[in-house]
């Protein structure tokens, strides 16, 4: 995920920090790899709510493609991590839906499922969607950025405009130190597929004459069309982590299990559904390697720069991550078997004892996080006078989006408190990461320093992360908004991060024709990535991104044989019209029959 020859980090208006993809895998090269296919729901919402009709045939067919592929296998379900939480889940309430697990969300109101993931337990390996290209197919461009898009100016009078050329930078080396513009540009009836994701997507777009007329102006760019829609939109799933100490090490495991539930006063305990006090709510997990202290690193960026968390405290914070992580690296590089005691590896320079004993005690712990399932916030992505791009989710714009958040964070320390959570839970002398919260109760103990009391963090005033003054008895509260407006703004608003699932900013319904995903205004560029997506799915979203991949593969494929049928029909037909009569040496009578003169060919169609 920091490794920027693979992940390029950006930071939104908000201070908070989100990751993009730089290689062909994009985002599932960086993600946390979880796979969860939706549900016949969430196409019904499409459709009601935005107008986009897809084939439910070829969606289910795409699905069970992804599922054939062997890159998705059910999650690993061993340690006591996964244990405890699931029979915390099961004591209150929630259905187990299955030892082999499910692909698909389930909507039923309290469920706990295993999920499917692209990370093979097996062989430690991490698969990524371009082991799905037919590389004999694929003509590579590495270290290469694309910068905009070139149109025919003949197709610029209102007619759909056509084209042309890709324009990029090549790059000498991962750094990017020198770079050469180079162009590569389609034959006749050719297709450009943008696939940059919802944040560059909309930005080459914009680069290339195609966006908001007053802020193309502005940023000095050639208007080609002026698409007001464009970038707007933007939405992303903001999450709220909250961590804790385990007793003892265990497995890795990253979303392996999740819970869904209908929560809030206004839910019917028969048949509920979305209202504006019933929401949607999911739960997931992370446990052991650096879940919890590379969010926390992440919370923390965030709360520094707007005032909420101490400048000392982020620096402390900052100091320990990168040393955890150096650490992590030295382990590596000094082949020490990681089986035994990291300790017995020398910590690197940049660690001081504290930071080296924290690295190895911080791999021993958990975290559950929180989502807003159904996010009514919308933000833009834009350019800025100077280029540069200009992230706004407007996270939490909307109230609902806040009541959800708080519900989320009341569900989990219900499960927090529990006695299976208890039973592994390490807490005050035995952990790097005291979980007063299990002991005494008070939220803002377990989560409200970034270093709690402990053996290796004495208490520091001056690294509260956020105000004190919400303890256990949120429990008991009621759910009034005001109630989950204050849990918000002592718990949710300092500590959630975004987790990358950015959509909407040239979307179905608005900018992207008919199910080849064609861009409205254009005869040959498509869209295919998160961007087309109006509505964030209600769990991770690779699983449905991933499909439109192969949606649309089909799709223009089909198109393309039928274009190429037609073709040959029309050209046969030319030649049967423009051949002459001849003899067919019959018996004289005046010969019908017909020879052809010429081939039948693809009418110069390259694609």
């Given at each position: ?36 296919e939706e549900g016949t729901g969430y196409f019904d919402d499409l459709e009601r709510n935005y107008g986009v009709t897809l084939n439910r045939t070829l969606i289910d067919e795409s699905f069970a493609w992804l599922l054939g592929s062997g890159v998705v296998k059910p999650s690993s379900q061993d340690g006591q991590w996964n244990t405890a939480l699931r029979a915390s889940l099961e004591a209150e309430g929630y259905e187990w839906a299955g030892d082999e697990g499910t692909p698909q969300v389930g909507y039923d109101n309290a469920m706990v499922w295993r999920t499917y993931s692209i990370f093979d337990a097996e062989t430690d390996k991490r698969h990524a969607a371009d082991e ?476």
């Amino acid at each position: 995920m920091l490794n920027p020859v693979i992940s390029e980090q950006f930071e939104t208006v908000q201070g908070v920090v989100g990751h993009i993809g730089r290689v062909t895998g994009g985002g599932t090269a960086v993600n946390a790899g979880v796979y969860i296919e939706e549900g016949t729901g969430y196409f019904d919402d499409l459709e009601r709510n935005y107008g986009v009709t897809l084939n439910r045939t070829l969606i289910d067919e795409s699905f069970a493609w992804l599922l054939g592929s062997g890159v998705v296998k059910p999650s690993s379900q061993d340690g006591q991590w996964n244990t405890a939480l699931r029979a915390s889940l099961e004591a209150e309430g929630y259905e187990w839906a299955g030892d082999e697990g499910t692909p698909q969300v389930g909507y039923d109101n309290a469920m706990v499922w295993r999920t499917y993931s692209i990370f093979d337990a097996e062989t430690d390996k991490r698969h990524a969607a371009d082991e799905l290209l037919e590389g004999s197919n694929v003509t590579l461009q590495v270290l290469s950025e694309v910068q905009h898009l070139e149109f025919d100016e003949e197709s610029a009078d209102g007619a759909k405009l056509t084209a042309t050329c890709v324009v990029y930078d090549k790059l000498s080396d991962t750094e990017g130190t020198e770079r050469s513009r180079r162009r590569v540009c389609v034959r006749d009836g050719g297709r450009i597929i943008l696939s940059a994701g919802a944040i560059h997507t909309p930005a080459i777009l914009m680069r290339s004459g195609l966006g908001p007329k007053e802020m193309l102006e502005a940023a000095g760019i050639d208007v080609v069309k002026d698409m007001p829609n464009v970038g707007k939109d933007l939405h992303d799933h903001p999450q709220t982590p909250i961590g804790v100490g385990l007793k003892a090490p265990g497995p890795v495991t990253i979303q392996s299990i999740m819970a869904t539930r209908y929560a809030g006063p206004k839910c019917d305990a028969e048949n509920p559904s979305p209202n504006e006090e019933c929401h949607f709510i999911l739960i997931d997990e992370l446990s052991q390697g650096y879940g919890i202290t590379t969010g926390m690193a992440l919370t923390a960026a965030k709360g520094a720069a707007q005032g909420k968390v101490t400048r000392s405290a982020f620096s402390l914070l900052k100091g320990f991550w990168e040393c955890a992580h150096d650490f992590d690296i030295a382990l590596k590089e000094e082949e020490v078997d990681p089986d035994t005691d990291a300790a017995e590896a020398e910590a690197p320079p940049i660690c001081n004892d504290q930071q080296a004993e924290m690295a190895d005690c911080t791999r021993q712990g958990g975290s559950l996080l929180s989502w807003v399932t159904d996010p009514l916030s919308r933000g833009s992505v834009s350019l800025a006078a100077n280029g540069s791009v200009v992230v706004d989710p407007k996270y939490f714009d909307h109230p609902m989006d806040r009541q959800a958040a708080a519900l989320s964070i009341k569900e989990i320390v219900k499960l927090l408190v529990s006695d299976d959570m208890r039973n592994i839970t390490a807490n005050g002398e035995e952990s790097c990461f005291a979980s007063d919260l299990l002991t005494s109760g008070l939220i803002s103990s377990a989560m409200g320093l970034i270093f709690p009391p402990s053996k290796y963090a004495p208490a520091d005033a001056d690294l509260q992360l956020f105000p004190r003054g919400i303890n256990a008895s949120m429990l008991d509260t009621d759910d009034s908004p005001e109630t989950l407006e204050e849990i918000f703004l002592s718990v949710a608003d300092p500590l959630y991060i975004s987790i990358w699932h950015y959509c909407g900013t040239v979307s179905m319904g608005t900018l992207i024709e008919g199910d080849d995903f064609l861009l409205t205004g254009t005869s040959n560029v498509h869209v295919v990535d998160a961007s087309v997506i109006p509505a964030v799915t209600r769990v991770n979203p690779m699983a449905t991104i991933m499909m439109l991949g192969r949606y649309a593969g089909v799709q223009l494929g089909e198109k393309r044989e039928t274009l190429r049928h037609k073709e040959r029909q029309y050209t046969f037909a030319v030649a049967r019209a423009e051949a002459p009569l001849v003899d067919d040496g019959g018996d004289g009578d005046d010969g019908e029959g017909e020879t052809v003169s010429g081939s039948v060919g693809l009418g110069g169609r390259v694609w």
